[in-house]
């Protein structure tokens, strides 16, 4: 069992100022590992929620696949492709992933598993 936090922060590089989710899942009980964040960072082709008219938690690709990261099942779809990927809950430090290379594989977990017609083949 998990329970996961959201956060969204700032930061300035270059001149410019990005946005940056970020999602971080701390394995139950408390203390037995260390916590998994999953960032997304906004940049080209990418959408982080900054305001209208997007809403609070969407991330995606501006062509492409998305997700909300409020939403339960997505944060599972995370959870799943990470692990699929190698990511095991060990040890005390919290783990960093990029979320862009989670993605595409989750959202595609997530749309099998919510289309009434069932999976795609």
Known sequence: MYLWTLRHSHSVANGGQSC?????LYPQPAGAVGPLRIAFTEGPGRYVPGGAPLGSGDVGY????????HEPGAVRALLDAASTRGWQPEGSRAVEIDGWSLLEAAAAA?????DPAGPKE
């Open 62 to 69: 501006s062509r492409g696949a998305s997700l909300n990261l």
């Open 110 to 114: 997530r749309a099998g598993a919510t």
């Open 20 to 24: 940056c989710e970020t999602l971080t």
